[in-house]
């Protein structure tokens, strides 16, 4: 059977990106954000996993208002990113696991989540950026991959609950799938920010700090907020760590329990507060 090994989670800002087309890691505005990663390196490097599960929420790229489902997943053979008016130079495709792809639609079906089905799906920064950060020597990534995309944009938004629900399915149905290959789970997007309104340039550290702990400790902390109060606390986009919790909430399917590979919290980039963490799931 197929082994969940770990899970990763990272911030997924457009800024990262053409911080990395132009080479920018060393300079001082984006050194302490890049600092967060070679011992995330080192892991991957010893643990070397095969496919990736990602959560990730679509910025308009595939999905827009008109079409927006809460929850959708990708089971193509390779997925191909594009321009999204950032100036972020498009990327090599990423390889897709639809072996995978199609057993997760089976059992999360049979566990009454309706997903839409993306036979063809493009994916914006929000699966690529993270990739390039724990990959980044390699492009593509030397990975097979299942993007799992979770409406973050267009209210009501499905509850924290209801995505830790998702993501404990997707941690059992990854158990039960009849391959070997080792398989992380990762989340993309946050921690605290908001990009409009009054409250443009919103950040929450203590809130950020206390969700990143939780992680570790209480996987379930944040479903006893509301998706009203998570952007309360988080700020509109700030919401994106619903892909967080689907990754850790998939993990408790994984073992006894997790340790912490490596943290790291660092504001602003781009007025954003930005983390990125990794964890090793306990058999």
């Not at 493009?122 to 690529?128: F, Q």
């Not at 379930?220 to 907020?225: H, K, L, N, R």
Request: glycine share 8%.
């Amino acid at each position: 059977m197929a082994q969940i090994i770990g899970g990763l989670a990272t911030s997924h800002i457009p800024a990262i990106g053409n911080a990395i087309a132009k080479g920018k890691q060393q300079e001082p505005y984006w050194k302490p954000f890049f600092d967060g990663f070679p011992p995330i390196h080192a892991w991957l490097r010893q643990v070397q996993p095969e496919v990736v599960v990602v959560f990730y929420n679509d910025h308009g790229l595939n999905f827009f208002l008109d079409k927006l489902p809460a929850f959708a997943i990708g089971a193509a053979a390779e997925y191909h990113h594009a321009d999204e008016g950032w100036g972020i130079p498009t990327t090599a495709p990423l390889a897709g696991c639809p072996e995978l792809s199609w057993h997760l639609v089976e059992q999360l079906t049979a566990a009454e989540f309706d997903l839409t089905v993306c036979q063809e799906m493009r994916v914006d920064h929000a699966c690529t950026i993270p990739f390039q950060l724990f990959w980044p020597d390699q492009h593509p990534a030397p990975v097979r991959i299942v993007p799992i995309h979770i409406n973050t944009v267009q209210f009501p938004l499905p509850s924290a609950q209801r995505v830790y629900a998702l993501g404990r399915a997707v941690g059992r149905a990854v158990g039960c799938w009849a391959d070997a290959r080792r398989v992380v789970v990762m989340g993309s997007g946050g921690l605290s920010h908001q990009l409009e309104g009054e409250r443009a340039g919103f950040i929450n550290k203590r809130f950020d700090l206390q969700f990143l702990q939780s992680m570790e400790t209480n996987p379930q902390w944040a479903t006893q907020y509301s998706d009203r109060e998570l952007v309360e606390r988080a700020g509109t986009q700030g919401v994106e760590l619903l892909m967080w919790l689907a990754m850790r909430a998939a993990l408790t399917e994984a073992g006894s329990g997790v340790r912490l590979v490596h943290r790291h919290y660092h504001i602003p980039i781009s007025n954003t507060a930005t983390g990125v963490i990794a964890l090793e799931a306990v058999p």
